[in-house]
């Protein structure tokens, strides 16, 4: 039997990712660090799962790792043949995603995000594992680019998170151009993941400060935060709030999927695609969607842009559609749902009491 190894498992798009794939008989090994995410996401993965009737845990092997250090990837590879489940293809999570703390300490940010890569990509050509999915970033994109975004859009990221992003795609271009019979990679650039699997078992559980609207709403909405700040109401767009497109992430697991089915199934190929609904959304038309799907009301206040926003900011996702039949099945009914229910019975996060 062979296996995916999935760096970043635990995380939020992780956890999700190898839910769905261990529900399509994929083989797991899940390397994290669990420095932004918790063990009890994998531990409600196999919940989950057993809830649907299946034993998960034969097919998932958690293993805590930094993979800044080269051994501990080699180690794992050097389990998998032991274990007689050698990994024959990457997902790759892993890495630091707070803009703001990019700002902060770009040092960290190069460091990890990108030497891991580099040593990934390295351990994976030593054992012939030769097939990976990156979870790449919208943020490659910059400001300049007028919404829908295509993929040969503009790269310019404004900021070191999304500049260690695209350097990490140019990382794996250059060991795919110098082993082009060989390297199937994709590069996945998504938008706005929100939402939770709708059982409220996984979802997004920040640490620290949120630096993303979906989970302020959520602590806004049960009380746990006083009101939620919207960054400027005199944006050129329909009711002067910024624009984004929110993508479910069980619709961005299932594209992980449909990804890596494809590089399996072709010849030796670098892909780039967008996923994303193709829909923008105002911050008060989610305030209002959230309210009227959950019944409740989300105080908040205008306050001043931020640097660095843009008023929309939207994917072309038709490539995704036409190369691996992808398309999102969730709406932003969905999302509210989803997001207020993982929150109301995770009201702190995986560490809460409750979990305890």
């Not at 660090?33 to 034969?58: H, W």
């Not at 050097?78 to 489940?85: C, F, G, T, V």
């Not at 767009?237 to 992980?256: C, P």
């Not at 039949?325 to 409750?354: E, I, R, T």
């Amino acid at each position: 039997m062979e296996s995916i190894l999935v760096t970043g498992g635990a995380g939020f798009i992780g956890s999700h990712t190898c839910l769905s794939l261990i529900k399509k008989g994929y083989c797991l090994y899940v390397l994290d660090s669990f420095v932004n995410s918790s063990k009890l996401s994998i531990s409600n993965v196999i919940k989950i799962l057993e809830i649907d009737g299946l034993d998960a845990t034969e097919f998932i092997d958690i293993v805590k790792g930094d993979i800044r250090n080269k051994s501990t990837i080699r180690d794992l590879f050097l389990k998998s043949i032991a274990d007689k489940k050698p990994i024959k293809s990457v997902i790759h999570f892993a890495g630091l995603k707070s803009v703001a703390e990019s700002v902060r300490n770009p040092s960290i940010y190069w460091d990890t995000n990108l030497i891991s890569s580099l040593n990934l990509i390295e351990v994976m050509l030593e054992f012939d594992c030769l097939t990976i999915v990156f979870s790449s970033s919208a943020t490659v994109y910059g400001l300049d680019n007028k919404s829908p975004i295509k993929e040969n859009g503009k790269l310019n990221p404004n900021n070191p998170y999304g500049n260690t992003k695209l350097a990490i795609e140019k990382l794996f271009n250059d060991f795919f151009q110098s082993n082009k019979k060989k390297l199937k990679i994709a590069n996945l650039r998504y938008f706005n993941p929100v939402g939770a699997h709708p059982s409220g078992f996984i979802g997004e559980d920040p640490k620290g400060i949120p630096n993303n609207i979906f989970p302020v709403i959520a602590k806004v909405a049960i009380g746990i935060q006083k009101k939620l700040n919207v960054f400027g109401n005199d944006w050129p767009t329909v009711d002067g709030t910024g624009i984004r497109d929110y993508i479910h992430v069980m619709d961005l697991a299932e594209g992980h999927i449909r990804m890596l089915e494809f590089l399996e199934n072709n010849e030796s190929q670098i892909v780039t695609l967008n996923l994303g609904t193709g829909i923008g959304t105002s911050v008060l038309q989610l305030i209002n969607t959230y309210e009227k799907v959950n019944n409740i009301k989300i105080p908040f206040q205008f306050v001043h842009r931020r640097s660095g926003d843009v008023s929309e900011l939207v994917a072309d996702s038709s490539f995704a559609k036409k190369l691996i039949n992808w398309a999102p099945n969730k709406d932003l009914k969905d999302m509210c749902k989803d997001s207020f229910n993982w929150q109301l019975k995770n009201p702190y996060g995986f560490n809460g009491p409750q979990n305890n």
